[in-house]
């Protein structure tokens, strides 16, 4: 999984490091979990350890900007006005499939921490932007809340974390599919 460390091109390659920190981050966090040495991060990146703490001070620094862009994506396709409630949950589904670990700091919905409170307060306001449109809300039924919605993404993110990597695929559609029975009309 390490790369050769690539030669230093100082401030010119700041955007260039970011991103290979945070594509790495995912990866090992995705194949890993959350605990992870930071080192390995950067190694895989190719970068130096100095070049990781310059964009991520802290672990917590480069989780939510890997939640970021992972936001950042449900954002997008929300923001297609022909999108459904339906796409965006198989979305997000998705994305915990392939990275479970990154929905387990979301249950911690008293967190302190603002970067978080903010991640959480962009998913329920996508998710309720697809509720309260009739016409986006696809299957799921009229009286179903952002709050549901988030509990049953919680439950089966928190479910995927402690299935074998190998198993999540065929769990997280056989999870998600008993869920969506709870959720819909």
Known sequence: ???PRRANRGP???????AALL?????????????VPLSLIARTAGVG???????????????LAVFEENIGQLEALVA???STLDELLSEIVDQMTTASAFFE????????DPRLVGVIERMFALLSDKLDDESRRGSIRADATAQEIFLA???LGAFLNKTPERDRVAVARDGWALLLRALRS
Do not use: C, T, W
């Open 1 to 3: 999984m390490s790369s």
């Open 12 to 18: 010119a390659a700041a955007a260039e490091n970011r």
């Open 23 to 35: 594509a790495a981050a995912k990866a090992i966090f995705s194949e890993r979990g959350l605990d």
């Open 49 to 63: 350890q100095g070049s990781l703490y310059r964009h991520f001070p802290n672990r917590e620094a480069i989780i």
């Open 80 to 82: 297609d006005a022909d």
């Open 105 to 112: 700091p979301l249950q911690l919905v008293d967190s302190a």
């Open 153 to 155: 993404i919680g439950m």
